[in-house]
């Protein structure tokens, strides 16, 4: 099993595989040694903090740090020590001056990236970090991470089914982690752990959101519904080409948003679904009722969606329908509520939803429904109304 190890910087809770701490503590006992650094991954999950911690390991030793990319590489001393972050918004020039750098072996140069864009000289610059150096390649925290960084906190602990609960719900995204944790240090602890995370960690996400392109929030909107989005589906939704929803899942999964499982943590779905806006959140999951409606898919969880948005009044009759017959044989009373909707948007579904009382246990509803199409509907829902009255 991997060790986790707390890092030594001063302050710092990261909590580091044995790799990229070995690699501090090398930097540590040796700091005038050659450094051809990458570090790369999904926003969130702590590149800007380790290269924060390399940065302070080396200015303890007195090196000189310099930060930010540079226009020319001859610009840059050789004794200093060249830390450079989020380089995917970097222009070709900087990147291929980055690469000069690296290509002279004269200079310690450390470098953090996000996994998207990958534009072709940041492709460059990395392939010659990685063959030069070494590359950190950062990741969600497995479970044990997650009980490392919880045991960093005493004013929260590490209990099993608290590091379960913060570990589901983050999905062990550490930027979520660490949220999360701050949030519930803030609370009252009690025996057992929240039916859900504090409202004002939901809030956080609020930024991450409204920085991100509006394609990249109706595509979390779409996730958020909770059903399959083969491509085909997206590209209708979006009105984009399959090459550009690509692109778009490669963006929103280097936000560190998206799942490498293309699904969205909890915490993250809770976040899309609350925080944004209310008429762009109602417009992409009826439009993607619609969708799925027309190909044959699941609805239910679409509609469930709309139902706690407090939005599902307006969802279209033949939606509503189909749903509650997903929902019939596991859900009665939900199927039941749902074809009492499509009836009010013009269904024929009053029988229907006589059945689904009487499976849920509610027989007056039942009987009402079924006197009242015993007295006034076709002969067809007539006879069934029968069935059910008896």
């Known amino acids: 099993m991997t060790t986790m190890i707390k890092s030594s910087a001063a302050g710092s809770r990261l909590v580091l595989d044995r790799g990229p701490q070995a690699l501090l503590d090398a930097v ?4 005038d040694a050659p450094l051809a650094l990458g570090v790369t991954g999904p926003g969130g999950h702590g590149r800007s903090a380790y290269l924060q911690d390399l940065a302070r390991v080396y200015r303890r030793a007195g090196s000189t740090v310099l930060e930010g990319a540079p226009d020319q590489p001859d610009t840059i001393e050789p004794d200093a020590v060249l830390v450079v972050d989020d380089a995917h918004l970097l222009d070709d020039a900087r990147l291929r001056a980055l690469r000069a750098l690296v290509a002279t072996r004269r200079h310690r140069v450390a470098v953090g990236y996000r996994p998207w864009p990958r534009p072709a000289a940041l492709v460059d610059l990395a392939d010659a970090l990685r063959r030069d150096g070494h590359l950190v390649l950062l990741t969600p925290f497995a479970r044990e991470r997650t009980a490392a960084y919880l045991a ?12 379960d609960f913060v570990q589901q719900q983050t999905a062990g995204v550490p930027r979520d982690v660490e949220r999360l944790v701050r949030g519930l240090r803030g609370q009252e602890s009690g025996p057992g752990v929240p039916a859900e995370p504090p409202r004002q960690v939901i809030l956080q996400f609020g930024a991450d959101l409204d920085d991100l392109p509006p394609d990249v929030r109706r595509l979390l909107l779409a996730v958020a519904a909770g059903v ?15 090459g550009e ?3 778009l899942i490669a963006a929103t999964r280097a936000a560190g948003l998206l799942g490498a499982d293309g699904r969205l943590a909890p915490i993250v779905r809770r976040a899309v679904a609350a925080l944004s806006p209310a008429t762009e959140r109602t417009a992409v999951w009826r439009r993607l009722t619609e969708l ?10 679409l ?11 307006d969802c279209p009759a033949p939606t509503l329908e189909a749903a509650a017959e997903e929902a019939l044989a596991g859900e009665p009373a939900l199927a039941a509520e749902l074809f ?5 948007a013009g269904r024929p579904a009053a029988l229907r939803q006589a059945v689904a009382a009487a499976l849920a246990g509610d027989l007056d509803a039942a009987l009402r429904l079924a006197d009242r199409l015993l007295a006034a509907a076709a002969p067809a829902d007539r006879s069934g109304a029968a069935v059910v009255a008896a």
């Open 340 to 344: 009492a909707a499509a009836t009010a």
């Open 28 to 31: 540590a006992a040796d700091p």
């Open 292 to 301: 799925q409606l027309a190909r044959g898919g699941p609805v239910l969880p």
């Open 245 to 247: 929803v690509d692109e």
């Open 303 to 313: 509609v469930r969606s709309l139902l706690a948005a407090g939005v599902a009044g």
């Open 228 to 242: 399959p989005l083969p491509v085909d589906l997206l590209r209708a939704l979006l009105g984009r080409e399959p």
């Open 152 to 163: 960093t906190v005493p004013e929260v602990g590490r209990r099993p089914d608290l590091v």
